[in-house]
């Protein structure tokens, strides 16, 4: 079940309804790091160079030289931060897109069943920022780890499974069921949705490709979220006579 949601999403990604989405999300994230870049720079001539002319009065000819020597290192230093920062400007802004990924999974592979609800605008937004959070923990926390041999790998799985599958299988169970519901019918399959994101921290580790993490794991949750739902068709009904 868990592999097959995983196989039916990955296919998904390069369909083309989807693959319009990537592009969307791909520019936009393109944009964002490129007006970064612009604004750090900025910031950096703007702090280092008077810096740079208090440093050495009198004398162009050396600052010149050092400004370039500087600028180089400085240009190396922007280009890891904007590396550091590529994966969290992409979950970012594939936030945003999620609700369109579960439309073209609803579309193609399941025509006669009713569609989801789009999350309303601000429930979107704090979804989108959950999103960023997930991410940027894993990627914190993937960096540290490196340090700690013997048990890196195996954290860094453990913790982003459980966050990845859990914020994201809320995210699709609540296109179909009230949020309370939603987190209630995540921790009846705790184990399944747990199991789920440790798949979903392999795409995290793969480089490149764990730029399409947020809409991989939008698909997968949402064809999850189908099966358990057709294998646990009387959840509903025992919640509505557990709160009578």
Known sequence: MIFDAARLS???????ETRSVFWKVLGLTLLALAGLWLALRELFVYLALPWLDALIPGTP????????????????GLALVLAL????VTALIAGFFLDDVADVV?????PQEPAGRPLPLGEAIAGTLKFLGVIIIGNIIALFLLLIPGINLIAFFLVNGYLLGREFFEFAAMRYRPPAEARLFRAKHAGTVFLSGLVLAAFLAVPLLNLLTPLFAAGMMVH???????????????????SQ
């Open 85 to 88: 920062l590529l994966a969290p």
């Open 106 to 110: 609803e579309k193609r592979d399941y």
């Open 10 to 16: 990955f296919a998904n990604l390069f369909a083309p």
């Open 61 to 76: 000819g050396w600052a010149g030289w050092l400004t370039f020597i500087i600028g180089i290192f400085a240009s190396f």
């Open 224 to 242: 999850l979220h189908k099966k358990l739902s057709r294998r646990d068709p009387e959840f509903r009904q025992k919640l509505g006579s557990q």
